[in-house]
C-alpha cells in the first residue's frame, strides 16, 4: 500500500479504468459487458467538469479509482454526487479506498464553488463497503427498496449516503 501514488485521472487513462472497473464489477451499478470505452470517456469527461477523477497507481498498476461529478444546476453547485470508487480485487483490502476518499475529499475541500457535500449510493449487500463509508463520515439517508436486481433474479435495497464538509 505505501507504494500507491495518486494522481488525477486523464482521459488517455480511460482504457486502463475501464478494465480495472470490468474486473470491480462486482459492486458496481453496470455489469461489464455494459460498459464500454465511450461510456468511460463520458464518465471522466463528466468527473473533470467541476467534479474530481483520482486514481491510485502501484506502478504502472491502477490500483483503484474514485470519481465524483459537480451536479449541473447552478442550485447544486455545491454538490458531489454520481460518485464511484472502484478497487482491484488484488489491492481489496489494503486501505486503497480510504486513500481514495480521502483524497478526493481533500480536493473537493479546494474546489470553487465550495463543495458542502459529497454523495453516494450503495446496494444494501455491500456492507464492507457501507462500513468504510461509514468509519469516513457519510450517513445513510433512506432507503431505494427492490432497487438493484441481481444476476439471480432477486433484489436488493439501494442505499442513499452523504458526507456533508
Known amino acids: ?10 482521459l488517455a487513462d480511460a482504457p486502463t479504468v475501464l478494465a480495472l472497473m470490468r474486473r470491480a464489477e462486482g459492486g458496481l ?7 464500454d470505452l465511450p461510456w468511460m470517456e463520458d464518465a471522466i469527461t463528466g468527473a473533470l467538469a467541476g467534479g474530481l477523477a483520482i486514481g491510485a497507481w502501484d506502478g504502472a498498476s491502477l490500483a483503484g479509482v474514485i470519481k465524483a461529478s459537480r451536479m449541473p444546476s447552478v ?4 454538490v458531489l454526487w454520481d460518485l ?6 488484488e489491492s481489496q ?9 480521502s483524497e478526493l475529499l481533500a480536493t473537493a475541500a479546494t ?13 444494501e449487500g455491500l456492507t464492507h463497503a457501507i462500513r468504510l463509508y461509514e468509519r469516513i463520515g ?5 432507503r431505494f427498496e427492490r432497487r438493484f436486481r441481481l444476476a439471480d433474479g432477486s433484489c436488493e435495497a ?4 452523504a458526507l456533508l464538509l
Open 84 to 89: 464511484t470508487v472502484a478497487v482491484a480485487p
Open 29 to 35: 451499478g453496470r455489469l461489464p459487458d455494459e460498459m
Open 111 to 123: 474546489l470553487t464553488p465550495r463543495i458542502e457535500r459529497v454523495e453516494l449510493v450503495v446496494r
Open 93 to 101: 483490502g489494503q486501505g486503497v479506498g480510504a486513500r481514495l476518499f
Open 75 to 78: 442550485q447544486f453547485q455545491h
Open 138 to 142: 457519510f450517513r445513510r439517508e433512506g
Open 158 to 161: 439501494d442505499i442513499p449516503m
Open 1 to 10: 500500500m505505501s507504494r500507491v501514488s495518486l494522481r488525477s485521472l486523464t
